[in-house]
Every structure is written in C-alpha cells, then in structure tokens.
C-alpha cells in the first residue's frame, strides 16, 4: 500500500510494507509485474545517472511507461494504472487508461472482423 500526504507544503509518500513496517519512498510499482517494471526503470536510472531523482515530469512519467511495458512480461498482470503525486493533489488516470484501452480494443477487433470477411 501506498500513502501519499502534504504537510506544510511539502508531498511525501510512504509505501507500507506487509509486516506493517513504513518507509518514505520517492516512487514505488506494485503488482505481479513489479519486478520486472524495476528492474527496467532502474536500469534506466543507471544508465543515464539519474539517481539523484531530481527528475522532471515528463522524464518520470517516460519512466513509469518503461516500467508498465516491461511488467508486460508477466503473465499475471493486467489492467495498468498511472498516479502522479503532486503538492496540489494526486492525479489518477487508471480509469481513462481503461476507458481508452477498451475503446482501441473495440475498433481493432471489428478491423480485425472486416480484414477476415476478405
């Protein structure tokens, strides 16, 4: 579980682990395909020097969809969500990833269905 708070200005999130124990954290994946997702991010990270997590936006969101991708290779996952924690607020867009995802499955399987009665 993941909590995310603002005090004084300032956001900070906490990932509370199964043992109940609780740890500030700059980013967290959770899920069957989170390792995967890590280890990819991860290696990003090293490879461009980034570990000081002074990243940008777009930089973290370019991230979190290496990971999503490589989490890819789990058998177990589906669905993907994205929250961004900012000091205004967090945004989640779980429900427009779906919303858009069943709406590209849709078309491509009546594309697919037309492209069969050829």
Known sequence: ?????????????????CLGGVEESS?????????????????????????????????AIDLINMGLKASDQDIY??????KIVRTDGVLSFGREIKRRTDETRKGLIKHIKGAAKK
Do not use: C, H, P
Request: proline share 0%; hydrophobic share 35%; net charge negative.
């Open 1 to 17: 579980m993941l909590l995310a708070y603002r005090f004084n200005d300032r956001v900070g999130l906490y990932e509370v682990t």
């Open 77 to 82: 996952s589906k669905g993907f969500d994205m």
């Open 27 to 59: 980013g967290s994946v959770i899920g069957s395909g989170s390792e995967y997702a890590k280890a990819r991010i991860e290696t990003d990270l090293r490879e461009t020097g980034n570990f000081n997590m002074n990243l940008t936006t777009n930089y």
